[in-house]
């Protein structure tokens, strides 16, 4: 069983940008591995999980089944490190003896494993490149298919860059670069939390008092938008960019980058260049830039 970190940008794609992900410099040299991934994610008949922010998933993969648990990740601006288990199962069948060993189990969440049921399923199609340099390894994959939980539906059409090896700075510099030519935005909801808000039809934000905490807040009152198709949402994140930008820490080009992320979302609803160059930019500063400059 292997116990790595998971560090990765996820994010979300205009319904035109796979076909301008394929046609980019990026990729052109690159031969995609395509996979039909069938997942199934349990918890609790009362949420004891997603409250606790664990994620328990069953992936089938051709022939071979696998067991994930991820827990919670922290980062922003699709930017996330957590923690992840994944071992393989002989059938689609929880393995709780393992479950009950690693580390999220060790509390009173032992007590949930027992009542752990299927809530919801992700199905997918993944196509992943192997984006390998000198100084790091990165697979970027992309995700198209359907989220079904409690007699809902809502289409996945994402791409995630994972870092395999090297520093984060590597993922920022590759999705700014994927950014120059496919629409595309940040985003900070897992497909998991996105299945567990459409079956309650309850979509929770975050209050904010910070710029990090502003930026979380429109990003994901954006992903709840795209899977609520509720104006509120829109008007949400509208008003945390609004927001963000009066902040008086920000410097001149941070101010401008969330000023045309502000004004990007007033002409369309969907992630566009200038929005998702904006909103990268600034997520990029906001993770390892203290002075937002």
């Known amino acids: 069983m292997s116990t790595p970190t998971e560090i990765e940008l996820k994010l979300a794609l205009a319904p035109g940008g796979p076909a301008l ?3 980019h ?45 991820k827990t919670a990740g922290h980062g922003g601006g699709g930017f996330s490190e957590r923690q992840e288990w994944e071992w393989s199962v002989p059938s689609l069948e929880l393995d709780t003896q393992r479950l009950a060993e690693l580390p999220p189990f060790q509390g009173p969440l032992a007590e949930s494993i027992p009542a752990l049921v299927a809530q919801l399923n992700t199905d997918f199609v993944r196509h992943s490149w192997q984006l390998a340099g000198p100084e790091s390894h990165i697979e970027l994959a992309l995700d198209q298919g359907d989220i079904h939980s409690g007699g ?22 590759k999705a700014l670069a994927l950014a120059e030519q496919v629409p595309l935005r940040p ?43 509720r104006a509120d949402h829109l008007a949400i994140a509208q008003a945390a960019l ?6 008086p820490t920000l410097t001149d080009q941070a101010r401008f980058d969330v000023e045309t992320m502000r004004c990007a979302l007033e002409t ?24 937002l400059r």
């Open 242 to 247: 609004t927001k963000l930008a009066s902040d």
């Open 152 to 173: 809902y539906r809502t289409s996945i059409c994402e791409a995630e860059l994972e870092l395999k090896q090297g520093e984060p700075e590597s993922l920022w510099s």
């Open 187 to 229: 985003s900070d909801s897992s497909k998991a939390a996105r299945g567990t808000a459409l079956a309650a039809r309850q979509w929770p934000l975050p209050e904010a008092t910070t710029p990090a905490q502003w930026m979380h807040r429109a990003t994901l009152a954006l992903d709840a938008y795209h899977d609520s198709h």
């Open 25 to 69: 410099p990026l990729l052109q040299s690159l031969t995609p591995k395509r996979q039909t991934l069938i997942n199934t994610y349990f918890d609790t008949p009362k949420g004891a999980l997603a409250e606790a922010r664990i994620a328990v998933r069953l992936r089938q993969v051709d022939d071979q089944v696998l067991q994930t648990v």
């Open 268 to 291: 369309t609803d969907q992630p566009n260049l200038a929005y998702g160059q904006a909103a990268l930019a600034f997520a990029h500063r906001l993770a390892y830039q203290t002075a």
């Open 21 to 23: 992900l394929f046609q």
